[in-house]
């Protein structure tokens, strides 16, 4: 905390005390707490306070309009996408209740919308052309340990047929060779052919490498008795002759273990100005938690999730191309966490930071590194404290982007671990050897830490908690906002709800920033009552807002190239100082890798001012952005919305 942000709160604190000690003395608790939380009422809504460390208001929508918002993405239209799907509710899914919303800001209505699918777990981006891709999302419920009756698990199906492939439909029924056991698969499977290899000095044919396919199956009765301990071959009802001694089944453990959530390859396009969801070709793979991030020609890299079967896609990768509305997998292998967090780099590639959101070996994918996808290389990254507490940390990167350095905020340990990270660390990767460094800390361990740019330059950092989904009553009601060009926070208001899993926020048009979400284990401090979803949106108004004025701005093109310039009307120009292009967000999970601050060079005359927009691809992503300038106080304009191609 800074000096002056100490001063601040020392004086907050000095002032409450006398308050304090004056209301004890009417000896009374009701007086006391109801004189207190009168004063604490006066004194946040002071002109002076607000100034200083802004102000948090809460925003609750009529009842037939709440949801439990696990997703949002700003609109180019100024609109707020909120995606639900089946909210982390059993029974929603089961009735295929599955919600979305759209919500202006600025006017304050909510809008029903059709959602076509379980989007809850999704993955999301901005696309070029102002549409929103959704992929991914739920096909099952997890089961506990204790809720599973049926044994059941991961059944490997091989081709040794060089010649074709084979499908199997859902229903088909695998029995042990040495176990004597049947199970039955719940969907259908198409096993590719197998994989002539050839000795590449003789060319001499060596073996037929199987093709193969995975499936979720289950016993046909419930009970222990109908579980397997070790690994056995299968064999497959209903097929002869070649293609009974060509494919078979491989499955080890199949038991009454938990079952985790299953994810589906549906994808849409999400349209703002018509609002409403277009289905576009699915994915290649099922995926329940993924990220996508764009790539410097356009595409969409898809990566990470639990598939149709509940288990972490093995490292099969995919890209969507807008133009063809197409998936293909990339050609080779790596796999990561769910939720990584995947930033598009200046010279290309893709930095990993560690952030992820749990599901997956410990071991697998967790170091933060620089990932050329061309290439499948990956250098790893030294200097990463509290390596071990990555999960449900949140990663930005820092304002202006052209800096290429990024922070890394809290995390937790490996699922639901007790351990969390009051660390914040720093990489600059434009150093030669670019490693993690300490920044400044949290005051407690921090999970789901939420982070959004503001235009101004600095970062509002602010709730999550200290536990595993809020246990143990450990929401952390404090925020902060992080300046980079001295590497310190100031305490600012603190938030009025408590906010951890499934949560986020966003830097919305006029400077303010929304928060939504938070999915709490429990209700209460012993752990003992269920926890409610948190529906209610809550708006923060950051200090820069409540000075006696802001600057305008106004006009100029909606449209701008890479590399050319466009000229906007300002009656402020003279006293402009910035000029930031911010890529509206798309969060969830604490994960947003959509959003960036980039500097723009400019100049003014009279009341108009001339930006230019830099012609790094990588840096500046073809698609709406949010133009706002900044005066010589460092309070912004509204922004202009402004297409770049």
């Known amino acids: 905390m800074n000096e002056g942000a100490g001063r601040r709160r020392a004086r907050r604190l000095a002032i409450g005390a006398a308050v304090v000690l004056a209301l004890a003395g009417m000896n009374g608790p009701w007086v006391y707490r109801v004189g207190t939380e009168k004063y604490h009422e006066y004194a946040i809504n002071r002109p002076e306070y607000k100034a200083d460390n802004g102000r948090w208001q809460i925003v609750e929508f009529p009842e037939e309009y709440r949801q439990d918002t696990i997703h949002a993405v700003l609109l180019h239209t100024g609109k707020v996408l909120l995606v639900a799907g089946s909210g982390n509710n059993q029974d929603n899914f089961d009735a295929k209740k599955f919600d979305s919303r759209i919500w202006d800001p600025v006017k304050g209505t909510i809008k029903k919308v059709p959602t076509p699918s379980d989007l809850f777990c999704t993955g999301h981006t901005q696309l070029a052309d102002g549409n929103i891709l959704i992929a991914g999302g739920t096909k099952r419920y997890e089961k506990l340990k204790g809720d599973v009756t049926k044994a059941g698990g991961l059944m490997i199906v091989h081709n040794e047929n060089p010649d074709q492939p084979i499908t199997l439909p859902a229903g088909t029924k695998f029995t042990g060779k040495e176990n004597g056991r049947t199970f039955v698969s719940k969907d259908p499977v198409l096993v590719p052919r197998a994989k002539k290899v050839f000795d590449p000095k003789t060319g001499k044919f060596l073996r037929n490498d199987p093709g193969l396919g995975r499936i979720y199956v289950e016993a046909q009765k419930s009970g222990a008795r109908y579980q397997t301990g070790t690994q056995d071959n299968y064999g497959i009802a209903g097929l002869t002759g070649a293609d009974a001694r060509n494919t078979y089944g491989i499955a080890q453990k199949l038991a009454l273990d938990k079952k985790d959530f299953q994810g589906i390859r549906d994808a849409y396009e999400f349209d703002p100005v018509a609002e409403r969801y277009v289905k576009v070709d699915p994915m290649n793979e099922a995926r329940w938690y993924p990220t996508l991030t764009t790539l410097s020609d356009g595409r969409i890299l898809s990566v990470s999730g639990l598939d149709d079967i509940g288990q972490l896609v093995p490292g099969k990768n995919e890209t969507f191309d807008p133009k063809t509305k197409k998936w293909s997998y990339l050609s080779t292998i790596r796999q990561f966490p769910t939720y990584p967090a995947l930033f598009l780099m200046q010279n290309g590639k893709i930095f990993y930071s560690g952030s992820n959101a749990g599901y997956g070996p410990d071991n697998v994918g967790r170091e933060p590194g620089i990932w050329d996808v061309a290439t499948n290389a990956f250098v790893k990254l030294p200097g990463l404290s509290d390596a071990d507490r990555m999960e449900t940390s949140g990663t930005v990167l820092l304002p202006p982007a052209q800096n290429e350095t990024y922070m890394v905020i809290g995390g937790g340990g490996v699922g639901e671990s007790k351990l969390s990270s009051n660390r914040t660390r720093l990489i600059d990767l434009k150093d030669a050897a670019p490693a993690f460094v300490d920044g400044p800390t949290l005051e407690k361990g921090t999970r789901y830490a939420q982070s959004s740019i503001l235009p101004d330059d600095t970062v509002l950092v602010s709730g999550g908690s200290e536990d595993y989904r809020g246990r143990g009553d450990s929401d952390i009601l ?34 303010r920033v929304m928060f939504f979400g938070s999915d709490s284990l429990y209700g209460d401090r012993a752990n003992t009552k269920p926890g409610t979803f948190e529906q209610r949106i809550e708006i923060y108004t950051p200090p820069y807002l409540y000075r006696d004025s802001r600057p305008s701005l106004s006009g100029g093109p909606q449209t701008v190239s890479r590399g050319d310039t466009g000229t906007f009307t300002s009656q402020h120009a003279t006293s402009i100082r910035k000029v930031r292009l911010i890529r509206p967000s798309a969060s969830t999970h604490v994960t947003d890798v959509d959003q960036r601050s980039i500097a723009l060079d400019f100049r003014t005359s009279g009341d108009k001012i001339t930006v230019t927009v830099p012609k790094n691809v990588n840096l500046v992503q073809s698609g709406w952005y949010m133009l706002f300038v900044d005066d010589d106080q460092g309070t912004p304009s509204e922004a202009q919305w402004v297409k770049v191609r």
Do not use: C, E, K
């Not at 925020?479 to 830097?507: C, E, K, Q, W």
């Open 478 to 511: 404090q925020a902060r906002i992080y300046h980079p060009d001295s590497n310190t926070f100031t305490r600012v208001a603190d938030p009025l709800v408590g906010r951890n899993y499934h949560s986020g926020s966003i830097l919305l048009p006029d400077g």
